[in-house]
C-alpha cells in the first residue's frame, strides 16, 4: 500500500513531467450569457454527477466511503447549478444510464436503469423541474457521441445552436474518463464546424474529480488497473487542455454592466 509521503512524490514527479497553467478566474455575467449586444452565452455542462458515481455505497462503482474531491466537485456543481438556475442560463445534464442487457466493458455492471445508480445525486435532484435545464441520458463514456439520434442528429450539438452558446463550462466526473473524453470530442467537433456557434471549452478543476483505486485494492479486484485519483484528475486535466480546452481554478460571478 502506498504511503502519503510516496503518493505526494508521485505527484510532485508527474506534475514535474506535465505542467499546465490554469486560468486563475473565470467571470460570469461580466459579458456573456445575453444574446443582446453580441455578448457571449455560456452554458453549464454537468457530467454524470449521479449517485453511481458519487454517493457513498451505491453501486460498484461508486466510492465506499466519502471521499472529499467527489465532495467538493458535487458542492461546486450544487453552487454553479443554482446561480445559472437563478439566472435562467442554459443548463446541459449528462445522466450515464445503462440497460442491464448492454453492458459497458470493462467496467462492471453500473448506473443500470430504475436501480436509482443512474439518477442525480440529492444535492442536484432539483434540477429535474428547471426549465432551463436540458437532461440527457447516455449509455457510453462520451457525452457527445452519447447525444447521437437515430435520425442521425445531435441533441448537444441543438442545445448549443438553439441557446447559442458560444462557451461551455464543464464540470462533473471522472475527469479522465467521461469528462475527458466529452471534452475531446467537443472540441473535435467545434473544430469541423459541427457545434456552431461554440467557440470554447472551459474545464472548472475544482468542479471535478475523479475515483480513487488505490494498488493494493486493485490487485484484489480480476481485470481491475490501479487508478489513483489525484494523478488520474491531473492527467485528465493536462489532457483536455492539451486538446484545446481552458482550465479554470475558481470561477465567480460578476457585474453584468
Request: charged share 25%; glycine share 8%; hydrophobic share 35%.
Amino acid at each position: 500500500m502506498g504511503s502519503v509521503g510516496s503518493r505526494a512524490r508521485t505527484m510532485d514527479v508527474i506534475k514535474g513531467e506535465m505542467p499546465f497553467e490554469e486560468e486563475e478566474e473565470f467571470v460570469l455575467g461580466k459579458s456573456n450569457n445575453s444574446t443582446k449586444n453580441n455578448k457571449d452565452v455560456v452554458g453549464l455542462v454537468l457530467v454524470d454527477i449521479l449517485n453511481g458515481f458519487c454517493t457513498v455505497g451505491s453501486g460498484n462503482l461508486a466510492p465506499t466511503k466519502p471521499n472529499k474531491q467527489i465532495e467538493s466537485m458535487v458542492k461546486e456543481a450544487a453552487r454553479l447549478s443554482k446561480l445559472f438556475c437563478e439566472k435562467k442560463w442554459p443548463v446541459f445534464v449528462f445522466l450515464d444510464s445503462h440497460h442491464p442487457n448492454k453492458p459497458e466493458p470493462p467496467y462492471p455492471p453500473h448506473c443500470l436503469i430504475g436501480s436509482g445508480e443512474e439518477d442525480l445525486v440529492p444535492a442536484l435532484k432539483w434540477l429535474e423541474k428547471e426549465s432551463n435545464v436540458t437532461i440527457k441520458r447516455k449509455d457510453c463514456f462520451d457525452g457527445f457521441i452519447g447525444s447521437m439520434e437515430k435520425d442521425g442528429s445531435n441533441t448537444f450539438a441543438k442545445w448549443v445552436k438553439a441557446k447559442e452558446v458560444k462557451v461551455i463550462l464543464v464540470v462533473g466526473i471522472c475527469t479522465d474518463i467521461c469528462v475527458l473524453d466529452f471534452v475531446c470530442s467537443t472540441l473535435s467537433a467545434r473544430n469541423i464546424g459541427m457545434v456552431p456557434p461554440l467557440e470554447d471549452v472551459v474545464v472548472y478543476s475544482q468542479g471535478c474529480a475523479t475515483f480513487d483505486l488505490p494498488m493494493d485494492i486493485a490487485q484484489t479486484v480480476k481485470g481491475a488497473l490501479p487508478h489513483p485519483q489525484e494523478s488520474l484528475h491531473h492527467i485528465g486535466l493536462y489532457m483536455a487542455k492539451s486538446r484545446g480546452a481552458k482550465i479554470v481554478k475558481t470561477v465567480t460571478l460578476g457585474s453584468s454592466k
